[in-house]
Nanobody, 125 residues
C-alpha cells in the first residue's frame, strides 16, 4: 500500500505561483501514475495533471496547459505540481492520487487506488 501526503498549498495573488508536493511512502515510486486533482466548493473533482513515474510522460487538463508543470523525483518519492500564472478559478482543494496502471491519457478519479489528503489553494483577484 502507498501512503500519499500532499502539501504546499496557500494563498497567492492572481498571476502568482505555487508548487505543490505529493510525497509517497510505503513502496518504491518508480512504476506508478501519479495524478493531481482539484475540487472547488459545489463542483466535481477535476483531473488537473498526471505523470507516469517510470518514463515521465505527463498529461494536462486544457485549463492548465502552459501554466502548470508536473514532475517526478523518484529518488525522493515525490511528485511536484508547479503552478504558474495562477487565476482565481484555480482556487480549490488539490489532491494527489496514485495507481499502478500506466497512464495513456489524463486518468479519471475512479482509476486511482490511493489518495492523499487535500491541500487548499486560494488565488485572490
Amino acid at each position: 500500500e502507498v501512503q500519499l501526503q500532499a502539501f504546499g498549498g496557500g494563498l497567492v495573488q492572481s498571476g502568482g505561483s505555487l508548487r505543490l508536493s505529493c510525497a509517497a511512502s510505503g513502496k518504491t515510486f518508480d512504476d506508478y501514475a501519479i495524478g493531481w486533482f482539484r475540487q472547488a466548493p459545489g463542483k466535481e473533482r477535476e483531473a488537473v495533471s498526471c505523470i507516469n513515474t517510470g518514463d515521465d510522460i505527463a498529461y494536462y487538463a486544457d485549463s492548465v496547459k502552459g501554466r502548470f508543470t508536473i514532475t517526478s523525483d523518484n529518488a525522493k518519492n515525490t511528485v511536484y505540481l508547479q503552478m504558474n500564472s495562477l487565476k482565481p478559478e484555480d482556487t480549490a482543494v488539490y489532491y494527489c492520487a496514485a495507481t499502478h496502471r500506466y497512464s495513456n491519457y489524463l486518468l479519471t478519479p475512479y482509476e486511482y487506488d490511493y489518495w492523499g489528503q487535500g491541500t487548499q489553494v486560494t488565488v485572490s483577484s
